[in-house]
């Protein structure tokens, strides 16, 4: 055989594979790496679809080329700019307000928009819901679209009025589809679009009301480049521009931080992946010295034995991740079901490379977690066929290492995971596992001293978990982290959002009123003192944006993602008030009195707001409200409790300092239940006030909620099924122990039943561990999360001790399966190896 041709070499490797297919190591391998390609080929598809979804439809999300966007309007100059440039124009006001219909009313997100709306993307609408959509120019003066979900909650028809503000409109169609509007999963209020020449006789626009103006561009990309570099240093602080890029990257920045944590998801899944396929390919190389000692004594050179089992598990391997990646390309149709309407639904195929990607992230990992223990076989003496206690020489321990490493380096790389959080992970989880190692490890060793006393299956069951505590350990340790997460993404799913309504107090505050007018102000405060059994405070509010801090521009100071970043990047509510509002608490510096005389009017600042602004005491704030600037001086810190449903303010000034600006006021209030029909008769009677549900937008929030989970414990159905595939292969190490150990048993006169009720015993034991250990894990983490995170007492969650029953039954199962061939081997084996 020496100078073995590789298409000989190559059918000799094709005919073993066929013939070793039912080899249990290499079904839990083609297992292992289906798992792993599967959720690398599925979650990659979710990420390159999305992303090509958001580039394909950047433009179109704006609804132009280019926006500009503020909080008031756009100056005639900037209008006349652009259209000397030869660009098209449109123009867009959005707010939120109520219509009503004859019994109900609703909150909705109004456009009101000119005839050229939009420059890019179609406008669709339908004559009747849920009818056949076609596209065409928006509505005309004293008409109005809304989406069907409005015609639903008014109970209203095609060709009804109903009434916006001090005005009515005719419902003249259903609108279905709008391009500058990202989806569900950024408003969770419907949609309704209306003329801008009706605006005016709404009479809900008024000075200081939450109103963003847009206006819309289009044209050549030298004429837009012009108009930017024209415009852009004049800029008010409550203005920006915004292009394809820019609306990209808002469009997209919610849902790329759900790609990471899913792609987080796929890593575990391929860990515990690489896990089994590294004890397989183990067993794999052990079963097979004696065959390689065979083939080197008739002739074959040891690179020729290396490449001929090389080409075995290749094969393997690329069956496999072809297998996966078909899996994969259709588990992602049920990841994107799962989070239908939360997704633009027209999104491109994806392509080839997600496929691909995953295939390369399976063979990948068969490389670095299989190669180290497949290279044993090329370094087998032909000597063993003699003598079989004959092992070939180990590779070294950095290899074996080094290789596992590189090939996690690789698929991180490939998933483009956030370092530092990966890390992080992977120090967490290591820490988690050796400490949780130690305790099960310990608790094995103490139940040495139980088996003296124990009935037979018991000593049985527990002497192999004693025989291999390290190996017992470690499937206890995968199923318990399994369990664990999946347990504490069921507690949480709807727990948080409960606990936190049940810890308000009765009569919480459950609806907010916006822009109360001045002029309306002492009116609808005494409405609702008749209609609320509660007190009821308007709080002045005049939309303003922070600029400068000490002179300094406030970009330059703010770290990116943190809590300042995000409040500058919006006009933020401006407050004043003589006394401490009640459910604040003075935490630095004092509240002002009426004596008080100092250079700058004083602000009090909320107390993590101005950490993350890097604020003390005396430091001077710049403020741009209503285009002109207002200096202040901290004078106070503040810690807010946000979960009271009732008004808080991040700014609170001295009186004085904003009373001279246009000001609209906002209140919270309590109305009993079944009070509907009052609360449609207030919107009436003050049109220009937007009222908020808090509990519809809580039931609103809840479902969402519910659905991303949803679609994240469809994602760790994979890393269930790599903990699987972690058993089996920890199984089928040891197979060949139990097959004798059940064979000798067997001899010496055990019946089938003791056996089956050992190997029960085992499994039920360790998968038992594996639940406690989650449910004492998943009481610790909520412990922590309500303590620190979310400032919510803590109670414990009884149903939890149902998780060591689950673990039982699981993994107890699973063993059972895995094991079978062990409880059918004839006694006539142990006689034939003797």
Same mark, same amino acid.
């Given at each position: 055989?020496?100078?073995?041709?590789?298409?000989?070499?190559?059918?000799?490797?094709?005919?073993?594979?066929?013939?070793?297919?039912?080899?249990?190591?290499?079904?839990?391998?083609?297992?292992?790496?289906?798992?792993?390609?599967?959720?690398?080929?599925?979650?990659?598809?979710?990420?390159?679809?999305? +992303?090509?979804?958001?580039?394909?439809?950047?433009?179109?999300?704006?609804?132009?080329?280019?926006?500009?966007?503020?909080?008031? !309007?756009?100056?005639?100059?900037?209008?006349?700019?652009?259209?000397?440039?030869?660009?098209?124009?449109?123009?867009?006001?959005?707010?939120?307000?109520?219509?009503?219909?004859?019994?109900?009313? /609703?909150?909705?997100?109004?456009?009101?928009?000119?005839?050229?709306?939009?420059?890019?993307?179609?406008?669709?609408?339908?004559?009747?819901?849920?009818?056949?959509?076609?596209?065409?120019?928006?509505?005309? !003066?004293?008409?109005?679209?809304?989406?069907?979900?409005?015609?639903?909650?008014?109970?209203?028809?095609?060709?009804?009025?109903?009434?916006?503000?001090?005005?009515? @409109?005719?419902?003249?169609?259903?609108?279905?589809?709008?391009? *500058?509007?990202?989806?569900?999963?950024?408003?969770?209020?419907?949609?309704?679009?209306?003329?801008?020449?009706?605006?005016?006789?709404?009479?809900?626009?008024?000075?200081?009301?939450?109103?963003?103006?847009?206006?819309?561009?289009?044209?050549?990309?030298?004429?837009?480049?012009?108009?930017?570099?024209?415009?852009?240093? +004049?800029?008010?602080?409550?203005?920006?521009?915004?292009?394809?890029?820019? $609306?990209?990257?808002?469009? $997209?920045?919610?849902?790329?931080?759900?790609?990471?944590? @899913?792609?987080?998801?796929?890593?575990?899944?391929?860990?515990?992946?690489?896990?089994?396929?590294?004890?397989?390919?183990?067993?794999?190389?052990?079963?097979?010295?004696?065959?390689?000692? =065979?083939?080197?004594?008739?002739?074959?050179?040891?690179?020729?034995?290396?490449?001929?089992?090389?080409?075995?598990?290749?094969?393997?391997?690329?069956?496999?991740?072809?297998?996966?990646?078909?899996?994969?390309?259709?588990?992602?149709?049920?990841?994107?079901?799962?989070?239908?309407?939360?997704?633009?639904? *027209?999104?491109?195929?994806?392509?080839?490379?997600?496929? @691909?990607?995953?295939?390369?992230?399976?063979?990948?990992?068969?490389?670095?977690?299989?190669?180290?223990?497949?290279?044993?076989?090329?370094?087998?003496?032909?000597?063993?066929?003699?003598?079989?206690?004959?092992?070939?020489?180990?590779?070294?321990?950095?290899?074996?290492?080094?290789?596992?490493?590189?090939?996690?380096?690789?698929?991180?790389?490939?998933?483009?995971?956030?370092?530092?959080?990966?890390?992080?992970? @992977?120090?967490?989880?290591?820490?988690?596992?050796?400490?949780?190692?130690?305790?099960?490890?310990?608790? =094995?060793?103490?139940?040495?001293?139980?088996?003296?006393?124990?009935?037979?299956?018991?000593?049985?069951?527990?002497?192999?978990?004693?025989?291999? !505590?390290?190996?017992?350990?470690?499937?206890?340790?995968?199923?318990?982290?399994?369990?664990?997460?999946?347990?504490?993404?069921?507690?949480?799913?709807?727990?948080?959002?409960?606990?936190?309504?049940? /810890?308000?107090?009765?009569?919480?505050?459950?609806?907010?009123?916006?822009?109360?007018?001045?002029?309306?102000?002492?009116?609808?405060?005494?409405?609702?003192?008749?209609?609320?059994?509660?007190?009821?405070?308007?709080?002045?509010?005049?939309?303003?944006?922070?600029?400068?801090?000490?002179?300094?521009?406030?970009?330059?100071?703010?770290?990116?993602?943190?809590?300042?970043?995000?409040?500058? /990047?919006?006009?933020?509510?401006?407050?004043?008030?003589?006394?401490?509002?009640?459910?604040?608490?003075?935490?630095?510096?004092?509240?002002?009195?009426?004596?008080?005389?100092?250079?700058?009017?004083?602000?009090?600042?909320?107390?993590?707001?101005?950490?993350?602004?890097?604020?003390?005491?005396?430091?001077?704030?710049?403020?741009?409200?209503?285009?002109?600037?207002? *200096?202040?001086?901290?004078?106070?810190?503040?810690?807010?409790?946000? +979960? +009271?449903?009732?008004?808080?303010?991040?700014?609170?000034?001295? !009186?004085?300092?904003?009373?001279?600006?246009?000001?609209?006021?906002?209140?919270?209030?309590?109305?009993?239940?079944?009070?509907?029909?009052?609360?449609?008769?207030?919107?009436?009677?003050?049109?220009?006030?937007?009222?908020?549900?808090?509990?519809?937008?809580?039931?609103?929030?809840?479902?969402?909620?519910?659905?991303?989970?949803?679609?994240?414990?469809?994602?760790?159905?994979?890393?269930?099924?790599?903990?699987?595939?972690?058993?089996?292969?920890?199984?089928?190490?040891?197979?060949?122990?139990?097959?004798? /150990?059940?064979?000798?048993?067997?001899?010496?006169?055990?019946?089938?039943?003791?056996?089956?009720?050992?190997?029960?015993?085992?499994?039920?034991?360790?998968?038992?561990?594996?639940?406690?250990?989650?449910?004492?894990?998943?009481?610790?983490?909520?412990?922590?999360?309500?303590?620190?995170?979310?400032?919510?007492?803590?109670?414990?969650?009884?149903?939890?001790?149902?998780?060591?029953?689950?673990?039982?039954?699981?993994?107890?199962?699973?063993?059972?399966?895995?094991?079978?061939?062990?409880?059918?081997?004839?006694?006539?084996?142990?006689?034939?190896?003797?």
């Amino acid at each position: 055989m020496k100078g073995l041709p590789f298409h000989r070499l190559l059918a000799l490797a094709t005919r073993q594979l066929l013939r070793d297919a039912r080899a249990g190591e290499l079904r839990v391998l083609f297992f292992a790496l289906l798992v792993a390609v599967t959720a690398s080929t599925a979650i990659g598809y979710f990420s390159a679809r999305l +992303n090509d979804g958001m580039q394909r439809r950047a433009s179109e999300f704006l609804g132009a080329d280019l926006l500009l966007t503020g909080t008031s !309007p756009a100056a005639p100059a900037q209008i006349e700019q652009g259209k000397q440039l030869g660009l098209d124009h449109a123009r867009l006001v959005e707010f939120s307000s109520v219509i009503a219909g004859d019994e109900a009313i /609703q909150l909705v997100s109004v456009k009101a928009v000119d005839s050229h709306y939009p420059l890019r993307g179609q406008l669709k609408s339908a004559s009747a819901p849920y009818g056949a959509e076609r596209p065409g120019t928006g509505p005309r !003066p004293g008409e109005v679209w809304a989406e069907a979900r409005v015609l639903a909650t008014l109970d209203v028809q095609v060709g009804d009025r109903i009434e916006l503000g001090s005005t009515s @409109l005719r419902l003249s169609r259903v609108l279905t589809y709008l391009p *500058d509007e990202a989806g569900d999963f950024y408003s969770l209020t419907p949609h309704v679009l209306m003329h801008l020449d009706d605006l005016a006789a709404t009479e809900v626009v008024q000075p200081g009301s939450r109103v963003r103006y847009r206006e819309q561009w289009r044209g050549a990309p030298e004429a837009l480049k012009a108009y930017r570099q024209a415009v852009e240093p +004049n800029l008010a602080a409550n203005q920006r521009l915004e292009d394809a890029r820019d $609306g990209s990257r808002q469009v $997209g920045g919610a849902l790329n931080r759900a790609e990471r944590y @899913l792609n987080l998801a796929s890593l575990a899944a391929v860990l515990l992946a690489g896990v089994a396929v590294a004890l397989s390919a183990a067993r794999f190389a052990a079963r097979r010295f004696d065959a390689s000692a =065979l083939l080197r004594c008739l002739g074959l050179s040891r690179r020729q034995a290396l490449s001929l089992f090389s080409l075995q598990l290749a094969m393997l391997g690329l069956t496999a991740s072809l297998s996966g990646a078909l899996l994969g390309w259709l588990g992602q149709h049920g990841l994107f079901f799962l989070l239908q309407g939360l997704l633009p639904a *027209d999104l491109p195929p994806g392509g080839p490379g997600p496929a @691909l990607a995953g295939m390369a992230t399976g063979l990948v990992a068969l490389a670095g977690f299989a190669l180290p223990p497949l290279a044993a076989l090329g370094r087998v003496p032909p000597l063993r066929v003699l003598r079989r206690d004959l092992l070939p020489v180990p590779l070294s321990a950095w290899l074996v290492y080094g290789a596992a490493l590189l090939a996690l380096g690789l698929i991180m790389w490939r998933l483009s995971l956030d370092l530092k959080l990966t890390l992080a992970l @992977l120090g967490g989880g290591l820490l988690a596992t050796l400490l949780l190692g130690a305790l099960l490890l310990s608790g =094995l060793r103490g139940l040495r001293r139980l088996l003296a006393r124990a009935a037979l299956p018991w000593r049985l069951g527990l002497g192999q978990l004693l025989r291999h !505590p390290l190996a017992a350990a470690g499937q206890s340790l995968a199923f318990g982290l399994i369990i664990l997460a999946m347990a504490l993404i069921a507690l949480l799913r709807g727990e948080l959002l409960d606990t936190w309504q049940e /810890q308000l107090p009765a009569q919480a505050p459950n609806h907010f009123a916006l822009n109360v007018l001045p002029a309306e102000q002492d009116a609808f405060s005494a409405r609702l003192t008749q209609l609320s059994p509660h007190p009821v405070t308007l709080y002045p509010v005049v939309p303003g944006r922070l600029v400068m801090i000490n002179g300094e521009p406030v970009r330059q100071i703010v770290s990116k993602e943190s809590q300042g970043e995000r409040a500058i /990047q919006r006009d933020l509510s401006l407050t004043w008030a003589s006394e401490l509002p009640a459910d604040n608490q003075l935490l630095a510096g004092r509240w002002w009195s009426p004596g008080d005389d100092g250079d700058l009017p004083g602000v009090s600042v909320e107390s993590k707001l101005a950490e993350s602004l890097q604020l003390r005491l005396g430091d001077r704030l710049s403020f741009s409200v209503g285009g002109l600037n207002r *200096d202040a001086q901290v004078s106070s810190l503040r810690e807010v409790d946000w +979960n +009271n449903f009732r008004p808080n303010f991040y700014m609170i000034f001295e !009186p004085g300092t904003l009373q001279d600006l246009p000001v609209t006021y906002l209140t919270s209030f309590y109305l009993p239940p079944r009070q509907e029909r009052e609360l449609v008769e207030l919107a009436r009677a003050f049109p220009a006030v937007t009222l908020l549900q808090v509990d519809a937008l809580l039931k609103q929030l809840r479902s969402i909620v519910a659905q991303v989970t949803l679609a994240i414990e469809y994602v760790l159905l994979f890393v269930l099924a790599a903990g699987l595939a972690v058993l089996f292969a920890g199984l089928q190490a040891t197979l060949d122990e139990r097959i004798r /150990q059940g064979a000798l048993l067997r001899a010496l006169g055990a019946e089938r039943r003791l056996l089956i009720s050992a190997r029960r015993t085992e499994f039920a034991l360790l998968g038992a561990a594996s639940g406690l250990l989650a449910a004492l894990g998943c009481e610790l983490i909520s412990f922590l999360l309500y303590r620190f995170a979310f400032d919510l007492s803590w109670q414990p969650h009884p149903w939890l001790l149902v998780l060591p029953l689950i673990g039982a039954l699981l993994v107890g199962g699973a063993g059972i399966i895995g094991t079978r061939r062990a409880l059918n081997v004839s006694p006539l084996t142990v006689l034939r190896e003797g």
